[in-house]
């Protein structure tokens, strides 16, 4: 059973950073690419960031490239979600997603596995 834990949502001033950790256990890590969505009330998921199974390849949303910086260590089964100079409009609940083999897709229905999601608040 794969199970997919978000850690590290908070509250933050603007321009702080923030850091989630999402680990994962029930798979062959190594072998899922893994993404970052999030999502505020009332709208839809929104892609973020993934990163490859080999973590050679990231795929962001142009809007916060620069920003925002995904990572993993295979050896912990741990992807990561770095984000600086957070700014209002980045408060959401963060989701991290896992696809087998997957590409480094922006679709969310292209995921089969989902964390329960972590809380990031940006106080101006």
């Known amino acids: 059973q794969v199970q997919l834990v978000e850690f590290g949502g908070g509250l933050v001033q603007a321009g702080g950073s923030l850091r989630l950790s999402c680990v994962a256990s029930?798979?062959?890590?190594?072998?899922?690419?893994m993404g970052w969505f999030r999502q505020t009330p009332g709208k839809e998921r929104e892609f973020v960031a993934a990163?490859?199974?080999?973590?050679?390849?990231?795929h962001y949303v142009d809007s916060l490239k620069g920003r925002f910086t995904i990572s993993r260590d295979n050896a912990k089964n741990t992807a990561y979600l770095q984000m600086d100079s957070l700014k209002s409009e980045d408060a959401a609940v963060y989701y991290c997603?896992?696809?087998?083999?997957?590409?480094?897709?922006?679709?969310?229905?292209?995921?089969?596995?989902w964390g329960q999601g972590t809380q990031v608040t940006v106080s101006s």
């Open positions: 997603a896992a696809g087998l083999y997957l590409s480094t897709s922006a679709k969310a229905t292209d995921y089969g596995s």
């Open positions: 029930g798979l062959i890590f190594n072998r899922f690419t």
């Open positions: 990163i490859s199974w080999s973590g050679t390849s990231t």
